[in-house]
């Protein structure tokens, strides 16, 4: 299916995490070192949804988005249809 908008991949989403981690872990300010953990954090949340999208499974929030998606079309191809006549 294609996707009009970009989709961030598990792998990037790891990595991203991965780095925030080691931020986190090592970074000489507190401060830094707390935003850098909250990162990682939101990162590895958006790699468990992109996990999910890669495997197949769709979330609500996406199935909400192709029912819509779906219903625009359908409602273009009637409207399409209506003028052909």
Not at 33 to 62: H, M, Q, Y
Request: net charge neutral; with cysteine; glycine share 2%.
């Amino acid at each position: 299916m294609a996707q009009s908008d970009m989709r961030v991949s598990a792998a990037t989403c790891r990595d991203q995490e991965a780095h925030q981690r080691r931020i986190a872990e090592t970074h000489s300010l507190e401060s830094r070192r707390n935003i850098a953990a909250l990162a990682a954090a939101a990162w590895a949340v958006k790699a468990l949804a992109a996990e999910k999208r890669e495997a197949g499974i769709l979330l609500p929030l996406e199935k909400l988005d192709a029912e819509i998606t779906r219903e625009f079309a359908d409602e273009a191809k009637a409207e399409k249809d209506k003028h052909a006549r």
